[in-house]
């Protein structure tokens, strides 16, 4: 079953790679999974198609919150566009999407998700610094995703 979740996570994260949402099956080569498990992902994949159930705001339009252009890069190497914005200016912009990129707290809780890039090998004196995609691998770049609640 964490398998299923990690699949079907991936495909909503990265609608653009799954047109007929069949695609995914060769995604499912990466994990050890039973015939049933792979039927099941199958099945959801094929009613999100054949219902034309649209996918929510947050899956299909992303925002990425930055300025710097070797994010963005580093981003579309993991399969990830959308509308790139430097500054959010109101809250209208993230509510109810998926974000990529640094929000402060009352505007984090508006979004679907906050996704952040980690970046744990990252020295000091690089911070704050538009690195490129290569500069981010070798910094250990990994996506942590996040919901806040405003409570």
């Not at 199958?42 to 299909?60: H, N, S």
């Not at 300025?67 to 209208?92: F, K, N, Y």
């Not at 004196?125 to 981010?136: A, I, K, N, S, Y």
Request: with cysteine; proline share 7%.
């Amino acid at each position: 079953m964490k398998e299923e979740k990690l699949i079907l996570d991936w495909v909503q994260m990265h609608p653009n790679r799954f047109p007929d949402w069949e695609a995914v099956g060769w995604r499912m080569q990466e994990f050890q999974i039973s015939p049933e498990q792979k039927s099941h992902i199958l099945q959801i994949c094929k009613m999100w198609d054949v219902e034309k159930k649209p996918l929510p705001k947050a899956v299909v339009d992303p925002v990425i919150v930055t300025r710097h252009a070797g994010l963005v890069a580093w981003l579309e190497t993991q399969g990830i566009t959308g509308e790139v914005i430097a500054h959010v200016t109101s809250p209208d912009q993230v509510t109810g999407r998926v974000v990529y990129g640094i929000l402060p707290l009352h505007l984090a809780a508006e979004a679907e998700e906050v996704v952040v890039v980690d970046m744990p090998r990252l020295p000091a004196e690089l911070r704050g610094v538009d690195l490129t995609p290569e500069q981010m691998e070798e910094a250990g770049a990994t996506l942590a995703r996040y919901r806040v609640e405003r409570l």
